[in-house]
Nanobody, 124 residues
Framework: QVQLVESGGGLVQAGGSLRLSCTAS????????VGWFRQAPGKEREFVVG????????YYGDSVKGRFTSSRDNAKNTVYLQMNSLKPEDTAVYYC?????????????????WGQGTQVTVSS
């Protein structure tokens, strides 16, 4: 069992930056691959990035490549999402998730644990 809590969301102007954090408690964080997803109103949950257990392997969704960077610090049980050059279409609730897989996972249904989400709003 692992509990995930996201933080760092907020309102930012287009072109700005935000850094989200996701802190885990419970079982050993390093035994989980993690991912970030987002969901805008009326849309399906979208894959943002997946990280392997160690964080050495990452896989980004096409819509965020080159703008978002994710990393994890297993000593702090935390995964980060640095979001740069934000666009209004990045507006969504952002979720972190954990799975017992070893490598990055793109499919939401394969994740066992989810945080409550944090709202990111990008104004034009």
């Amino acid at each position: 069992q692992v509990q995930l809590v996201e933080s760092g969301g907020g309102l930012v102007q287009a072109g700005g930056s935000l850094r989200l954090s996701c802190t885990a408690s419970g079982r050993t964080f390093s035994t989980y691959a993690v991912g970030w997803f987002r969901q805008a109103p009326g849309k399906e949950r979208e894959f943002v990035v997946g990280l392997s257990r160690s964080g050495d392997n990452t896989y980004y969704g096409d819509s965020v490549k080159g703008r978002f960077t994710s990393s994890r610090d297993n000593a702090k049980n935390t995964v980060y999402l640095q979001m740069n050059s934000l666009k209004p279409e990045d507006t969504a609730v952002y979720y972190c998730a954990a799975t017992s897989a070893y490598t990055p996972v793109l499919i939401p249904a394969q994740y066992n644990y989810w945080g409550q989400g944090t709202q990111v709003t990008v104004s034009s």
